[in-house]
């Protein structure tokens, strides 16, 4: 990988409809930076949550301590816990709208013997396909709720310059129904490069169904 320039987004990438959010978000690059190293990977899946007409969303029942992150500027991070295993979204919209876009996989691009040494695995495809493994395989935590993802320090989001940018041949960009999900579980807002061997779930739900 050569050298990129790592600048975080600004504000106003995030200002903006958490579906269109969500889409623009695959093919960026995630940075987590730690006194460890640095770990990157390019985004190639993601999922929105609508602040209205979604019972799946968080923000459904008004802010309260566990979610009042979602509530916040866009571009904060929100992380929440399920099974004992962090998510991390970035927060869409305008403050205290209540939406975001999940980041459930991402393509390992660099810091990948950090990831394996966070993950305790050597396999590449497994180290950050899927939300908990991803948090894991880049040590997010609860930490990073509430997080400013523009100041461009720890966890942020950035461009790819330098490294294909919009021209690297990802695949084509599709939407499908939400993974996991029990409810609202048929919206189509989920967001994939079709094909991507890096794309979590079943190999049926990563193609151009």
């Given at each position: 990988?050569?050298?990129?320039?790592?600048?975080?987004?600004?504000?106003?990438?995030?200002?903006?409809?958490?579906?269109?959010?969500?889409?623009?978000?695959?093919?960026?690059?995630?940075?987590?930076?730690?006194?460890?190293?640095?770990?990157?990977?390019?985004?190639?899946?993601?999922?929105?949550?609508?602040?209205?007409?979604?019972?799946?969303?968080?923000?459904?029942?008004?802010?309260?301590?566990?979610?009042?992150?979602?509530?916040?500027?866009?571009?904060?991070?929100?992380?929440?816990?399920?099974?004992?295993?962090?998510?991390?979204?970035?927060?869409?919209?305008?403050?205290?709208?209540?939406c975001a876009a999940l980041i459930r996989a991402v393509e390992p691009v660099r810091g990948v013997a950090?990831?394996?040494?966070?993950?305790?695995?050597?396999?590449?495809?497994?180290?950050?396909?899927?939300?908990?493994?991803?948090?894991?395989?880049?040590?997010?935590?609860?930490?990073?709720?509430?997080?400013?993802?523009?100041?461009?320090?720890?966890?942020?989001?950035?461009?790819?310059?330098?490294?294909?940018?919009?021209?690297?041949?990802?695949?084509?960009?599709?939407?499908?129904?939400?993974?996991?999900?029990?409810?609202?579980?048929?919206?189509?807002?989920?967001?994939?490069?079709?094909?991507?061997?890096?794309?979590?779930?079943?190999?049926?739900?990563?193609?151009?169904?």
């Amino acid at each position: 990988m050569t050298s990129p320039t790592l600048d975080p987004l600004p504000r106003d990438f995030y200002d903006r409809d958490v579906r269109q959010v969500a889409r623009e978000m695959l093919g960026k690059l995630l940075v987590r930076r730690s006194r460890d190293g640095i770990t990157v990977g390019r985004i190639v899946e993601t999922e929105a949550y609508l602040p209205e007409g979604d019972s799946a969303c968080h923000a459904v029942a008004g802010p309260n301590r566990k979610t009042a992150a979602i509530f916040g500027l866009p571009g904060t991070g929100y992380v929440y816990v399920i099974h004992a295993r962090h998510c991390f979204n970035a927060v869409a919209d305008a403050s205290g709208v209540g939406c975001a876009a999940l980041i459930r996989a991402v393509e390992p691009v660099r810091g990948v013997a950090l990831m394996q040494k966070r993950r305790q695995r050597v396999e590449l495809l497994d180290l950050a396909r899927g939300p908990a493994r991803l948090c894991e395989a880049f040590a997010i935590d609860r930490t990073f709720n509430g997080w400013d993802l523009t100041i461009g320090r720890s966890l942020f989001l950035a461009d790819d310059e330098g490294n294909g940018g919009p021209n690297y041949e990802l695949g084509v960009q599709v939407s499908t129904p939400r993974i996991g999900v029990t409810s609202a579980k048929d919206l189509p807002l989920r967001y994939i490069f079709a094909d991507n061997q890096y794309v979590s779930g079943p190999k049926h739900l990563r193609s151009r169904n």
